[in-house]
Structures are given as structure tokens and as C-alpha cells.
Nanobody, 117 residues
Framework: VQLQASGGGLVQAGGSLRLPCAAS????????MGWYRQAPGKQRELVAR???????VYADSVKGRVTISRDNAKNTVYLQMNSLKPEDTAVYYC????????????WGQGTQVTVSS
């Protein structure tokens, strides 16, 4: 599975960004697509994820500000981020999790999101 992420950039606090990520290759269901982020000096953390059937999970820090969605026909996941804060600054990584008897994670290349105060 290959992941192509885009949409990062520099935005002022209170602004919005939309991060799309397209998966290609051996795409089978069930699966989970999501976004994680890693700030300097911190561990990578989940932002949001969505299953192939549409169930979602959000980090507490982004609830109410972030919406994850997916287009299964295009194998693409979208992360809509609103009311951005400086603490949202990080490298954002797209993730595809293949689920069989266990799971295998695939990662995109990362896209920088910088929120200025």
C-alpha cells in the first residue's frame, strides 16, 4: 500500500486546513485510515481515524475542531481541521491499517502543519 498525503502548510491561529491522503495498491476491507502527528520532541500521536465502515475515533485534543471522512471509491481520507491552534503544529502522517488476523500499518511521508500565533 502506498500513501500520498498533501495539504499541509502555514496557517494563522483560528484558520483551517484540509489534509487529503490517497491510498493505492492492495486495498482490502476491512481497514482503517487515519492521521497521526508528531511534534518536535514528542511521540507520534493519533489525531483521528476512520474505519472502512465509517466509524470514527478522535483525540480529545481535537474533538469539535477536526472532522475525518473518507471516500472509499477513491481510497482517500480527508482531515478537515478548523480553529487551529499553535499546539497543532506538527508533522502529520497518514496511516493505512490493513486488518486480517492481525494488522499491518502503512505510513505516508508526512506533511508539515505550522500554526502561527
Amino acid at each position: 500500500v502506498q500513501l500520498q498525503a498533501s495539504g499541509g502548510g502555514l496557517v494563522q491561529a483560528g484558520g483551517s486546513l484540509r489534509l487529503p491522503c490517497a491510498a493505492s495498491g492492495s486495498i482490502f476491507s476491512p481497514n482503517v485510515m487515519g492521521w497521526y502527528r508528531q511534534a518536535p520532541g514528542k511521540q507520534r500521536e493519533l489525531v483521528a481515524r476512520i474505519t472502512s465502515s465509517g466509524s470514527t475515533v478522535y483525540a480529545d485534543s481535537v474533538k469539535g475542531r477536526v472532522t475525518i471522512s473518507r471516500d472509499n471509491a477513491k481510497n482517500t481520507v480527508y482531515l478537515q481541521m478548523n480553529s487551529l491552534k499553535p499546539e497543532d503544529t506538527a508533522v502529520y502522517y497518514c496511516n493505512f491499517r490493513r486488518i486480517t488476523t492481525t494488522w499491518i500499518d502503512y505510513w505516508g511521508q508526512g506533511t508539515q502543519v505550522t500554526v502561527s500565533s
